[in-house]
């Protein structure tokens, strides 16, 4: 039985973007319904998986040291998409990145200075107290205390398109149809990571060994959908960002704690014990974003990370035991690797290492020479057992293929008029200032001042 | 006793959030944890101990079940604290009470103590003099033995508590003032106004009906402290007047212990049972239920003290002082005990 709810404002999307609309549109005065994919349990999207959010401030905060301006945090966008965003946008998302501590804690969200052993961070990045999952448990809350309705377990499958916008919305759960009419739409439906037909489309086979770090339940069905029906894309199509994880970790939701911090340390090699890439090209928090990347174009994407007793103590512990052996041989049968060759290439590695002074803390001169492709920094002969190897796969964090949009959070269509009453929020419109790249933090500043803007555009119109 | 299959559990439970951290703000035993690279036993108690099982831990957690690796740190730390109550227990034997000890046990052994008590009466017609009934001297011989037989044992379990070789940091020098942190259970509301009892559910209730609890307990404590002052080394004998300090004190520590206990009894029913140890609800219960009867027989005596009904209700409130008495060392009372060693280890570890 299908059954029909009218509402001001529908948001499709429970995670960190589609809350700050519901509450925002809700501020507004507009009655507000959010559709979340996931159960109850499982609600936040990725989300629940962060902890810290980028914000600007020209003087230091009750949180942050020192200033972090506009034009720095703008810069630092530029820099990592390599150009690849729209700077209205960025510069939007930016300065309204001040207002989003308070905007957080006005709902009884927690927020605290940067975790221990988190680098270069206490400048620029407000953490939440227990992470993106409590953040989102406070924003629930806050939610149905305003009055806010959200339907758990609920695919949205399909848009009724009308008069340049979004007539109707067909939501499916367990037990029920029901067809939404909203006076706005917010779209909050994330990226199109965890659907893994389609990244074959785009990877081939290749997708199978990928590992999707964040929620199974970005399907990418509304981004699909817009798309087809006219909805102008942003981002390139094919690309994900990826760090390497624990090959262990499970296909989904393995969040940070499958993340491993030893690559700099040792040396990796892929599934014929070879080493690929300059493991000491810089710091680690610098460069693990481009080792997602780097395995998935190996040979079964699969690499290892081997590291010696030396660095014990040395990386955040993973929450899985390495692969412990007293020499490279066993270390390799462990890792089903050859035998023959990894010994070859760690030998290989150790006479090429030059002394040094090793300081992990710095780019020191601990360094190979002759070797392809060389070890620039934190080079150290790996001789002391036990031998530890990780197995290492890609690990998606989230897509950046999305639906442009306007300062106002207004949907383009390929006409290049705004959809009439749809509007996005978070990752799926975060394409249109992260183009390509990451910086940390910068995904819930988004998602935040986009959903703040989005839901209350929305809002204001439905209650016009 | 910690089986190795739940010392390998809250091994895997501390090993993720080892790797996670982001509970950092929320008490010590993240703060601590985050000390230590690997958990051996010991730490494993001591991580347990320092819990104060506020749960909001629980409700951040994005692995709490039913995400496959299945965190619950206030579950898995409640149920090691079980166990270590068991291990650091003297005598050794005894360590079997603390599973066994359900309401049922505890009013068993008041009643015992009222039968043994009851021939030691003197008089069963005295009012207003207590000693009458049950002379001073046995009085103090049988509580004085209890409570010195009460104090070593805890002291024992304290000093076992404190032995464990633990991988943490070497002692810096107390670094906060951790009996203050106890004496204002810190802990139970650190990251917020308030612990929790279900998602973004916070009161502060818990907190004030312990605080109602235990100080009502150590005001009961000095009441009759005091009343053994006055006859001893002032010579004054009782009964003593509303007004006195003795009365005073028992009658405000006996409302508090009266509150207290109802209010935790009703807080437990409303607190998500997924926070704590099922296992231990008869622990729980029994130490409330004889904390309760304590103080309302005690504020019946007081009440009909010169009345008939006085000699009977004396052996009655005795034999339940009597009864929670005995069971302090084997039952809820001792994680004051290991709190505050946790509390005062946490304190010297350099941070």
């Given at each position: 039985?299908?059954?029909?709810?009218?509402?001001?404002?529908?948001?499709?999307?429970?995670?960190?973007?589609?809350?700050?609309?519901?509450?925002?549109?809700?501020?507004?005065?507009?009655?507000?319904?959010?559709?979340?994919?996931?159960?109850?349990?499982?609600?936040?999207?990725?989300?629940r998986h962060t902890r810290n959010l980028r914000s600007m401030h020209d003087a230091p905060t009750d949180l942050l040291i020192d200033a972090y301006t506009e034009d720095e945090f703008v810069t630092d966008l530029v820099r990592v998409t390599g150009g690849r965003t729209d700077e209205v946008l960025a510069r939007r998302v930016v300065r309204d990145s001040a207002a989003c501590p308070a905007w957080i804690r006005s709902f009884g969200g927690r927020l605290q200075p940067p975790l221990k052993g988190t680098l270069h961070l206490d400048r620029t990045n407000v953490f939440f107290v227990g992470g993106g999952k409590a953040l989102m448990n406070s924003y629930y809350a806050a939610a149905e205390r305003l009055g806010i309705g959200v339907m758990y377990d609920a695919q949205v499958t399909g848009l009724d398109m009308a008069d340049g916008g979004i007539r109707s919305t067909s939501v499916r759960q367990p037990a029920a149809e029901t067809t939404i009419?909203?006076?706005?739409?917010?779209?909050?439906?994330?990226?199109?990571?965890?659907?893994?037909?389609?990244?074959?489309?785009?990877?081939?086979?290749?997708?199978?060994?990928?590992?999707?770090?964040?929620?199974?339940?970005?399907?990418?069905?509304?981004?699909?959908?817009?798309?087809?029906?006219?909805?102008?894309?942003?981002?390139?199509?094919?690309?994900?960002?990826?760090?390497?994880?624990?090959?262990?970790a499970p296909k989904f939701?393995?969040?940070?704690?499958?993340?491993?911090?030893?690559?700099s340390l040792g040396i990796v090699v892929n599934r014929h014990g070879e080493r690929f890439y300059d493991e000491g090209e810089d710091f680690w928090p610098k460069r693990y974003a481009i080792w997602g990347r780097l395995v998935a174009q190996q040979p079964d994407q699969i690499a290892y990370s081997i590291v010696d007793a030396k660095s014990a103590g040395l990386f955040m512990p993973s929450v899985f035991p390495p692969m412990a052996a007293a020499s490279i041989g066993e270390l390799a049968r462990l890792l089903s690797l050859s035998p023959e060759a990894l010994e070859r290439t760690v030998a290989a590695f150790n006479r090429a290492v030059r002394p040094g002074s090793f300081d992990h803390s710095v780019l020191d001169d601990c360094r190979t020479t002759g070797l392809t492709p060389e070890k620039t920094h934190w080079a150290r002969p790996i001789d002391t057992p036990p031998f530890w190897g990780y197995p290492l796969r890609p690990g998606i964090t989230f897509t950046y293929l999305g639906l442009k949009v306007d300062e106002r959070a207004r949907v383009l269509m390929t006409s290049g008029k705004p959809a009439a009453n749809i509007y996005a929020a978070g990752e799926i419109m975060a394409g249109n200032i992260l183009g390509q790249g990451y910086v940390a933090g910068v995904g819930m500043t988004i998602g935040t001042v986009f959903g703040r803007i989005a839901g209350s555009e929305a809002g204001a119109r439905a209650v016009a | 006793m910690l089986s190795p299959e739940s010392l390998t559990e809250a091994q895997h439970v501390l090993t993720v959030c080892n790797a996670c951290r982001y509970c950092e703000a929320y008490c010590p035993v993240f703060q601590a944890m985050e000390t230590r690279t690997s958990f051996a036993r010991g730490d494993v108690m001591y991580l347990a101990n320092l819990c104060h099982n506020c749960g909001e831990c629980l409700y951040a957690c994005q692995y709490a079940p039913p995400h496959e690796f299945g965190i619950n740190v206030?579950?898995?730390?409640?149920?090691?604290?079980?166990?270590?109550?068991?291990?650091?227990?003297?005598?050794?034997?005894?360590?079997?009470?603390?599973?066994?000890?359900?309401?049922?046990?505890?009013?068993?052994?008041?009643?015992?103590?009222?039968?043994?008590?009851?021939?030691?009466?003197?008089?069963?017609?005295?009012?207003?003099?207590?000693?009458?009934?049950i002379p001073h001297d046995v009085m103090v011989g049988i509580f004085?033995?209890?409570?010195?037989?009460?104090?070593?044992?805890?002291?024992?379990?304290?000093?076992?508590?404190?032995?464990?070789?633990?991988?943490?940091?070497?002692?810096?020098g107390p670094k906060r003032p951790a009996l203050l942190d106890a004496l204002t259970l810190r802990h139970l509301h650190s990251s917020g106004p308030d612990c929790t009892s279900d998602v973004d559910v916070r009161t502060p209730w818990r907190r004030y009906f312990h605080h109602c609890t235990f100080y009502g307990f150590a005001l009961c404590f000095a009441s009759t402290t005091v009343a053994a002052m006055y006859h001893v080394v002032f010579g004054w004998r009782a009964p003593y007047a509303y007004t006195s300090l003795p009365v005073m004190l028992g009658t405000i520590g006996g409302a508090g212990l009266l509150i207290g206990p109802l209010g935790l009894l009703s807080q437990r029913n409303r607190r998500d049972p997924k926070l704590g140890d099922p296992a231990q609800a008869g622990l729980d219960l029994s130490f409330i239920v004889m904390l309760l009867m304590t103080s309302v027989t005690g504020l019946l005596l007081l009440a009909l003290r010169d009345r008939g009904a006085?000699?009977?209700?004396?052996?009655?409130?005795?034999?339940?002082?009597?009864?929670?008495?005995?069971?302090?060392?084997?039952?809820?009372?001792?994680?004051?005990?290991?709190?505050?060693?946790?509390?005062?280890?946490?304190?010297?570890?350099?941070?």
């Open positions: 039985m299908v059954s029909d709810v009218a509402v001001d404002i529908a948001v499709l999307g429970g995670g960190n973007a589609g809350l700050c609309a519901a509450l925002a549109a809700r501020q507004r005065g507009a009655s507000v319904l959010v559709i979340e994919g996931a159960p109850k349990t499982f609600r936040g999207g990725n989300s009419t909203a006076k706005a739409v917010v779209l909050a439906a994330g990226g199109f990571e965890s659907n893994l037909d389609w990244l074959k489309q785009i990877w081939g086979d290749a997708a199978d060994n990928f590992i999707i770090r964040g929620t199974p339940y970005n399907t990418g069905a509304v981004l699909r959908m817009m798309l087809d029906a006219g909805a102008q894309s942003v981002g390139d199509p094919s690309q994900f960002h990826a760090v390497a994880v624990d090959a262990r939701d393995g969040g940070i704690v499958t993340r491993l911090d030893c690559v | 206030p579950r898995v730390l409640a149920e090691t604290r079980l166990a270590s109550y068991e291990e650091y227990c003297w005598p050794a034997f005894m360590s079997g009470m603390f599973r066994q000890n359900g309401v049922a046990v505890s009013l068993t052994l008041a009643v015992v103590s009222m039968l043994a008590l009851w021939p030691l009466v003197r008089s069963r017609d005295a009012v207003d003099d207590f000693y009458a009934v004085g033995c209890a409570g010195a037989f009460v104090v070593a044992a805890l002291a024992i379990g304290f000093y076992r508590s404190r032995g464990p070789a633990l991988s943490g940091p070497a002692s810096g006085m000699p009977a209700l004396l052996v009655v409130h005795l034999g339940f002082v009597l009864g929670l008495f005995v069971t302090l060392p084997y039952g809820k009372f001792v994680h004051g005990i290991y709190r505050t060693a946790a509390l005062l280890t946490f304190s010297t570890e350099a941070h």
